[in-house]
T-cell receptor, first 116, second 114 residues
Framework: EAGVTQFPSHSVIEKGQTVTLRCDPI?????LYWYRRVMGKEIKFLLH????????ESGMPNNRFLAERTGGTYSTLKVQPAELEDSGVYFC??????????????FGAGSRLTVL | QQQVKQSPQSLIVQKGGIPIINCAYE??????FPWYQQFPGKGPALLIA?????SEKKEGRFTISFNKSAKQFSLHIMDSQPGDSATYFC?????????????FGKGTSLLVTP
């Protein structure tokens, strides 16, 4: 079974530019999450999709962040315009639909974003 | 406001030792407590999880101890090996059949020396 795939693995951009991160979850997983870890801090929740719907976006820092999951498959997270404090590792995770597996998250390797 | 507090930040033990990582939470609505293990360049991977109906859970060399009244839980690694060197994250959330956001601790960097 293929795992959760994230692209790019590392992105370096200048303040004010736009970056789009992509996540391909495990096939058939209804739940898709975005998390972010700033160096030395905890892994922080950003948002949760159930299929194509946003179930919880309470962790999104501000309106410079836009997440989509068209068709309920892959997801993108766009940061526009990027600020210095957006630097960090962005993790995507997925889990099965309703049932005992919904809480078992499989994480991708992360996309490291550096904003200069 | 950090929902889950984890300590220590880093830990060095000799092979065969028993590292212990502690976590504490405030939200009494939390009822699912997983531990994740992360190796460099990889994403966190689920190691073991516990729900509050039991006070201890063992899987291989990994044991979670859970104290509901103190709102604390800890990870013990028995007979630790150099291959256990990794960053460990505790987390907590509401248990839900439809998924729920995890609240993570800051992580503990564990080094097991030969």
């Amino acid at each position: 079974e293929a795992g959760v795939t994230q692209f790019p693995s590392h992105s370096v951009i200048e303040k004010g530019q736009t970056v789009t991160l992509r996540c391909d979850p495990i096939s058939g997983h209804d739940n898709l999450y975005w998390y972010r870890r700033v160096m030395g801090k905890e892994i922080k929740f950003l948002l949760h999709f159930v299929k194509e719907s946003k179930q919880d976006e309470s962790g999104m820092p501000n309106n410079r962040f836009l997440a989509e999951r068209t068709g309920g498959t892959y997801s993108t997270l766009k940061v526009q315009p990027a600020e210095l404090e957006d630097s960090g590792v962005y993790f995507c995770a997925s889990s099965q639909g309703p049932g005992s597996g919904a809480n078992v998250l499989t994480f991708g390797a992360g996309s490291r974003l550096t904003v200069l | 406001q950090q929902q889950v507090k984890q300590s220590p930040q880093s830990l060095i033990v000799q092979k065969g030792g028993i590292p212990i990582i502690n976590c504490a939470y405030e939200n009494t609505a939390f009822d699912y407590f997983p531990w994740y293990q992360q190796f460099p360049g990889k994403g966190p991977a689920l190691l073991i999880a516990i729900r509050p109906d039991v006070s201890e859970k063992k899987e291989g060399r990994f044991t979670i101890s859970f104290n509901k009244s103190a709102k604390q839980f800890s990870l013990h690694i028995m007979d630790s090996q150099p291959g256990d060197s990794a960053t460990y994250f505790c987390a907590a959330s509401k248990d839900s059949n439809s998924g729920y956001a995890l609240n993570f601790g800051k992580g503990t960097s564990l080094l097991v020396t030969p």
